[in-house]
């Protein structure tokens, strides 16, 4: 999903307001989240996820093209983690977390 498809599903779910107002909210969500992770802070939507930056040292890389190697300097990259709820969507609710041992089963005749 791209984010004018999610305008577009969260402008048909609410009927009451524009499609450019939604897309302004969108936005802003957005831009809130980067400008919080740009000052280094942590995001996190309870049930969704949390979004983190993380610190990638300074390495010595190669060119896949030459073989040359290729000094690549330390950078911050963009983190998410996905919430537990979310989790539990994805994997179905049923789901029952593995304890690595077998369940008793018992057989009445």
Do not use: W
């Amino acid at each position: 999903m791209i984010k004018s498809e999610l305008v577009l599903r969260i402008a048909e779910q609410n009927p009451h307001l524009y499609q450019r107002d939604v897309e302004n909210i969108v936005n802003a969500i957005l831009e809130e989240i980067t400008r919080a992770l740009a000052r280094g802070d942590r995001v996190e939507l309870r049930g969704f996820g949390a979004f983190s930056v993380k610190q990638r040292n300074a390495r010595v890389g190669r060119n896949p093209r030459t073989g040359e190697t290729v000094d690549v300097a330390s950078k911050m990259i963009p983190v998410f983690k996905t919430g537990k709820e979310m989790r539990l969507r994805l994997n179905g609710s049923a789901a029952a977390p593995a304890t690595g041992r077998k369940a008793a089963v018992s057989v009445s005749a």
